[in-house]
């Protein structure tokens, strides 16, 4: 089966800096991936780990530890507009036709304040 | 600018009603998606469709019927939907193969079921 887990929500001060985590047990895997997703919108591509190590892009990080299971997404000088949905989604076994399945967790509502 | 577009953008329909959902890919992409988002759930696949072929069928009722005519279209037919199936209709689409591809989002259709 499929499980993955990540904090409901998160609240942090404007330039500050905020780690999300994410673990995750799952049937296979083929790489870990975090969205953006403002509140009304499509979710948006942030980054992809399918190696350990850490994943530097900008203000954002992502880390990943395959043997944990386990993930974390940091944010770095947090801006407003950084508020929104974090969803932490596993691509795992191979479905068919080149294709792969991603897992989503429930995402973590992070609020940026003043 | 996603280059995936979906139509509507919302959708109020009685149970009785029969309604279709449109995406469009513009990314020369080969593989198309169509995901559940409902309130404090995580994003559900419903349909894989990959090389024109449906790979993944995650156990949706038959009220919902998918069709890819061809790589850069796909549609969900409703019939006889119920009240819990009000929620956020996203699809996706991605190249195929095993790199890092990232799956691109519409920006989904808010379907309210009377």
């Known amino acids: ?114 | 600018e996603t280059g995936v577009t979906q139509t509507p953008r919302h959708l109020v329909m009685g149970m009785t009603n029969k309604k279709s959902l449109k995406c469009e890919q513009h990314l020369g992409h080969n593989a198309m998606y169509w995901y559940k988002q409902s309130a404090k759930k995580p994003l559900e696949l419903m349909f894989v469709y990959s090389l024109e072929e449906r790979v993944e069928n995650n156990s949706v009722p038959s009220r919902f019927s998918p069709e890819c005519p061809n790589s850069s279209h796909l549609f969900l037919h409703l019939h006889t939907l119920q009240p819990e199936d009000s929620a956020l209709y996203l699809c996706a689409s991605s190249p195929t193969g095993q790199g890092a591809f990232e799956q691109y989002f519409g920006p989904g259709t808010r379907l309210t079921v009377t």
């Open chain 1, 1 to 114: 089966g499929q499980n993955i887990d990540q904090p409901t929500e998160m609240t942090a001060t404007e330039g500050a800096i905020v780690q999300i985590n994410c673990t995750y047990q799952t049937s296979g895997f083929n790489g870990l991936f975090w969205y953006q997703q403002h509140a009304g919108e499509a979710p948006t591509f942030l980054s992809y780990n399918v190696l350990d190590g850490l994943e530097e892009k900008g203000r954002f990080s992502s880390f990943l530890s395959r043997s944990k299971g386990y993930s974390y997404l940091l944010l770095k000088e947090l801006q407003m507009k950084d508020s929104a949905s974090y969803l932490c989604a596993v691509r795992g076994t191979y479905s068919g036709a080149g294709s792969y399945q991603l897992t989503f967790g429930k995402g973590t509502k992070l609020s940026v304040i003043p």
